[in-house]
Structure formats: structure tokens, C-alpha cells
């Protein structure tokens, strides 16, 4: 007779996610519990982390669930998350790098001066993920969230945070979901230099009904065609495309297969990816570039004083 599949094959493990108080990050949060894991969810809003906290407890009422408020934006933020998440989870299985925004009409900076956007997806989950390299078992799944714009994304590496001009909101975001990207291939190839088991897996959910538009910073200087396609884009994210558990199973395939290698890139299998089951995807042409990934982390680095060799321990191959 075959063998039944195991139903729970994240039990006892935990698995990190950020921006998981709604959307993307809380359908990830329920598909990766439906496994079995114990779940540590991550989000700037304090309130609705707590609902999203006491739903999944009801739900899953034999796992931990825990919060933690942090603010992928702000440097002081996330080093104080980090700090108390490794001071109260002994060992994280799966980091899931999901927080982000749709940038606003205004160009808006954080404390550090970079554009926002850019700020949380890419420079927040940089620091995210280096600070919390220490804590993370010997095999973990280090998984990271693009877009479908990916494909068609540019990145002007003497630009990044708009000083020179030209901001315009889609180049944003097509901006920050390449970075995230090219980050998480460069991870890989690092971790793989260095001997670690780790895997470093870039994801993307297709079309999804996702909360972005319902959270995009709004501005009193926004006009009033920059309102009405802030409401639109509001209503069209909320009712268009998968769902948020359609669109995280690219990323439960990443925490739950062991057959997907570090360095892969998975989304919708459908039409123009948009939808359908996951499966490893190519990178868009600048995604592939080594040399701009390199030049990327580099610049990262400058920027958040951090490098794979202040890290202490991270595990290690045999």
C-alpha cells in the first residue's frame, strides 16, 4: 500500500512572518499552521496583529502563537524586534519576508532618508534576516516575497531612494519587489559559498486579493486623481485575483517541500503566472544579473553596517 502523506509535516517547527496581521502574510500565516507550525507573526499595526493573534489561537489552539510589533522601515525598530524574538524563540524553521507596502502619490522617506518602499521590502527584511541568522536551525528556509513586476522591473543603483528625481509610484514598487528578489538569489549563492544548509527561496503570489491598496499611505497633498486611484486600486486588489491562502501556497511549498532547492523561485503555474499552483519560475532578465545582485548587497551593507561575517553562528554544512 503507499504511504500516507504526513498531514502536519511543519510540527514542531516555527515559522516568522512579517506583514502577517492581513492579506498575503495572514493567508501564509493559516496555511503554514494547517501544517502544524508554531507561528511568531510580525506587523507594524499593533492592532490588528493582536486580532490576527487571537483568531489564530482559537484556530489552532494546540500551537504557540505568538506577536511581534515591529516596523520593517526604522532600523531601531527592527533591532529591538529581533532582539526580543531571540530572546524568546529558541530556534526559527522558516522566515518568511513578506512585509511591504504600495508606495504612496508623495514620495515619503523613512528616518534614514530612503525611500519608503524600498526602505521595508528590501533594507527592512535585509536587516531582518541578518539579525536574526543567529537564531534559525541548521536547515531553515529563509523565503522572500517579489511580484510579478519583477519581470519588468529596472534598478537605477545610483537612484534607489529618488534623490535625482523621477519618483513615480509603480517604478517604486517595481523597484523594491526586484530588490527583494535579487536579494534572495545572492543570499543563496552566499550561503551555498559558505557551506550552510540554509536555503534562501525567492516566492511570489501571482494576482492576489491582497489588503496593499487598503493600507496605501495616503497624503493631504495627494490630488484629487491620486484619491480616486488610491480608492480604485483599494477596491481592485481587495476583489480581484486568488485569494490570500491561493496566493501563499508559493510559499508553503517553500517551507514544506524538501525537493525545492535554495536559489529557486516559485509562483503561479497559470496563465502569465497569475494564478494556478506553484512551481519553480525563470527570474526576469535583471534578476538573473549576478552582477547587479552583488552590487545590490554591497550597497546594503553600506547602508545597514551589516555583512554574513558579523553574524555569529550561522550553521553550517558538515
Known amino acids: 500500500m503507499p504511504q500516507q502523506q504526513d498531514a502536519t ?9 512579517t506583514g502577517a496581521a492581513h492579506g498575503l502574510g495572514f493567508g501564509a500565516a493559516e496555511s503554514l499552521a494547517l501544517l502544524g507550525a508554531d507561528l511568531v507573526l510580525v506587523d507594524v499595526q499593533a492592532q490588528a496583529l493582536a486580532e490576527a493573534q487571537a483568531r489564530m489561537s482559537v484556530a489552532f489552539p494546540r500551537q504557540r502563537i505568538s506577536g511581534v510589533v515591529a516596523d520593517l522601515a526604522e532600523p531601531d525598530s527592527i533591532a529591538k524586534a529581533a532582539a526580543g524574538l531571540r530572546r ?37 527584511h535585509f536587516r531582518w534576516t541578518h539579525l536574526l541568522l543567529p ?4 536547515s531553515a528556509r529563509i523565503i522572500t516575497v517579489s511580484s510579478l513586476v519583477q519581470g519588468g522591473a529596472r534598478l537605477r543603483l545610483d537612484n534607489l531612494d529618488f534623490t535625482a528625481g523621477g519618483y513615480q509610484p509603480i517604478v517604486a514598487y517595481r523597484q523594491a519587489k526586484l530588490s527583494c528578489l535579487l536579494f534572495a538569489l545572492e543570499l543563496q549563492r552566499k550561503l551555498a559559498d559558505s557551506g550552510s544548509l540554509l536555503r534562501s527561496i525567492a516566492v511570489h503570489p501571482g494576482v492576489c486579493r491582497t489588503t496593499l491598496g487598503r493600507n496605501r499611505p495616503r497624503s493631504a497633498g495627494d490630488a484629487l486623481l491620486q484619491r480616486v486611484s488610491s480608492e480604485l486600486l483599494a477596491w481592485g486588489l481587495g476583489h480581484f485575483g486568488q485569494t490570500p491562502r491561493e496566493g501563499a501556497q508559493s510559499i508553503v511549498m517553500a517551507a514544506a517541500d524538501p525537493e525545492v532547492p535554495g536559489g529557486a523561485f516559485l509562483g503561479p503555474r497559470g496563465i502569465f503566472q497569475a494564478f494556478g499552483r506553484p512551481a519553480q519560475q525563470q527570474p526576469g532578465k535583471a534578476a538573473s544579473n549576478e552582477e547587479l545582485a552583488r552590487a545590490l548587497w554591497q550597497y546594503s551593507e553600506r547602508v545597514t553596517g551589516l555583512n554574513l561575517a558579523s553574524v555569529p553562528a550561522v550553521p553550517q554544512g558538515a
Open 9 to 17: 509535516p511543519l510540527r514542531g517547527k516555527t515559522a516568522v512572518i
Open 88 to 124: 524568546d524563540i529558541s530556534t526559527v524553521d522558516i522566515l518568511v519576508n513578506n512585509a511591504g507596502i504600495y508606495p504612496p502619490s508623495q514620495l515619503r522617506r523613512n528616518s534614514e532618508g530612503h525611500e519608503l518602499t524600498f526602505a521595508i521590502a528590501h533594507l527592512g
Open 135 to 138: 537564531a534559525l536551525s541548521r
